[in-house]
Nanobody, 114 residues
Framework: QVQLVESGGGLVQPGGSLRLSCAASRSIFSIYAMGWYRQAPGKQRELVAQATSDGSTMYVDFVKGRFTISRDNAKNIVYLQMNSLKPEDTGVYYC????????WGQGTQATVSS
């Protein structure tokens, strides 16, 4: 059974930081690269970062240098450290395998606003 549980979102001022966490079922974590996705208001969900099990990472251009993805393979948890947050980073953040599986978690809301 696929389980994805995101947490760590909240309201933060521009320039602030948030650390998101996602607990995934081992059946996903041990096989797939893991990604963080964002769905901004009125927009489609999009990948922002991914990390393979061997530590390789990839970021989309608009988060490079600000976001860091990491994974704890022993605990089946993937993190997203978000620094220097901007209002346009606002959205619901989800984790999933990459490429994404059909099942999604509930996501965690991150709001960047003064």
């Amino acid at each position: 059974q696929v389980q994805l549980v995101e947490s760590g979102g909240g309201l933060v001022q521009p320039g602030g930081s948030l650390r998101l966490s996602c607990a995934a079922s081992r059946s996903i974590f041990s096989i797939y690269a893991m990604g963080w996705y964002r769905q901004a208001p009125g927009k489609q969900r999009e990948l922002v970062a991914q990390a393979t099990s061997d530590g390789s990472t990839m970021y989309v251009d608009f988060v490079k240098g600000r976001f860091t993805i990491s994974r704890d393979n022993a605990k089946n948890i993937v993190y997203l450290q978000m620094n220097s947050l901007k209002p346009e980073d606002t959205g619901v953040y989800y984790c999933n395998a990459h490429p994404a599986l059909r099942s999604w978690g509930q996501g965690t809301q991150a709001t960047v606003s003064s």
